[in-house]
Protein backbone atom coordinates (compact mmCIF):
# COMPACT_ATOMS: atom_id res chain seq x y z
CA UNK A 1 0.00 0.00 0.00
CA UNK A 2 1.70 3.25 -1.01
CA UNK A 3 1.99 5.83 2.24
CA UNK A 4 -0.16 8.18 0.44
CA UNK A 5 -2.93 5.70 0.06
CA UNK A 6 -2.26 5.15 4.03
CA UNK A 7 -2.61 8.50 4.79
CA UNK A 8 -5.92 8.96 3.16
CA UNK A 9 -7.41 6.04 5.00
CA UNK A 10 -6.08 7.59 8.39
CA UNK A 11 -8.04 10.54 7.59
CA UNK A 12 -11.03 8.88 6.25
CA UNK A 13 -10.72 7.12 9.08
CA UNK A 14 -10.33 9.84 11.82
CA UNK A 15 -13.45 11.64 9.80
CA UNK A 16 -15.88 8.49 10.51
CA UNK A 17 -14.67 8.47 14.25
CA UNK A 18 -15.26 11.86 14.95
CA UNK A 19 -18.63 11.74 13.29
CA UNK A 20 -19.65 8.36 14.88
CA UNK A 21 -19.22 10.17 18.22
CA UNK A 22 -20.42 13.17 17.39
CA UNK A 23 -23.91 12.58 17.31
CA UNK A 24 -23.64 9.20 19.87
CA UNK A 25 -25.89 10.30 23.07
CA UNK A 26 -24.08 7.80 25.50
CA UNK A 27 -20.58 6.55 24.85
CA UNK A 28 -20.50 3.63 27.61
CA UNK A 29 -23.22 2.28 26.38
CA UNK A 30 -22.43 2.23 23.27
CA UNK A 31 -19.00 0.83 23.96
CA UNK A 32 -20.33 -2.13 26.69
CA UNK A 33 -20.43 -4.52 24.02
CA UNK A 34 -16.91 -4.27 22.92
CA UNK A 35 -15.63 -4.21 26.67
CA UNK A 36 -17.89 -7.68 27.99
CA UNK A 37 -16.67 -9.25 24.87
CA UNK A 38 -12.75 -8.35 25.46
CA UNK A 39 -13.89 -9.19 29.19
CA UNK A 40 -15.28 -12.73 28.22
CA UNK A 41 -12.28 -13.25 26.00
CA UNK A 42 -10.03 -13.03 28.60
CA UNK A 43 -12.28 -15.01 31.42
CA UNK A 44 -11.90 -18.02 29.09
CA UNK A 45 -8.07 -17.85 27.98
CA UNK A 46 -7.39 -17.90 31.52
CA UNK A 47 -10.39 -20.56 32.81
CA UNK A 48 -11.69 -22.24 29.70
CA UNK A 49 -12.84 -25.05 31.79
CA UNK A 50 -14.59 -23.06 34.54
CA UNK A 51 -12.91 -24.36 37.21
CA UNK A 52 -11.32 -21.31 39.33
CA UNK A 53 -13.05 -19.11 41.77
CA UNK A 54 -14.63 -16.06 41.19
CA UNK A 55 -12.25 -14.14 42.93
CA UNK A 56 -8.75 -16.15 41.55
CA UNK A 57 -10.72 -15.94 37.71
CA UNK A 58 -10.77 -12.18 38.63
CA UNK A 59 -7.44 -12.19 40.04
CA UNK A 60 -6.25 -14.10 36.26
CA UNK A 61 -7.83 -11.61 34.34
CA UNK A 62 -6.46 -8.78 35.34
CA UNK A 63 -2.73 -9.93 35.19
CA UNK A 64 -3.57 -10.95 31.85
CA UNK A 65 -5.20 -7.49 30.54
CA UNK A 66 -2.14 -5.74 32.34
CA UNK A 67 0.16 -7.91 30.04
CA UNK A 68 -2.08 -7.39 27.48
CA UNK A 69 -1.85 -3.59 27.74
CA UNK A 70 1.47 -3.71 28.69
CA UNK A 71 2.23 -5.01 24.95
CA UNK A 72 0.47 -3.04 23.51
CA UNK A 73 2.24 0.11 24.71
CA UNK A 74 4.95 -1.83 23.96
CA UNK A 75 4.23 -1.87 20.17
CA UNK A 76 3.14 1.20 20.22
CA UNK A 77 5.75 3.09 21.24
CA UNK A 78 7.88 0.66 18.63
CA UNK A 79 5.84 1.71 15.66
CA UNK A 80 6.13 5.58 16.75
CA UNK A 81 10.13 5.20 17.25
CA UNK A 82 10.32 3.33 13.82
CA UNK A 83 8.13 6.28 12.30
CA UNK A 84 10.19 8.51 13.40
CA UNK A 85 13.05 6.85 11.54
CA UNK A 86 11.72 6.66 9.26
CA UNK A 87 10.82 3.03 8.42
CA UNK A 88 8.21 0.69 8.67
CA UNK A 89 7.56 -0.92 11.53
CA UNK A 90 6.66 -4.67 12.17
CA UNK A 91 3.96 -6.28 14.39
Given at each position: ????????????????????????????????????????????????DLKL????RGRR???????????????????????????????
Amino acid sequence: MSRASASRRQIVGRSNANLRWAFEPDRTAATAPARRALEDRFASLVDPDLKLSPAERGRRIKNLKSAHYAMLGLKSGEARRARAAGKKATG
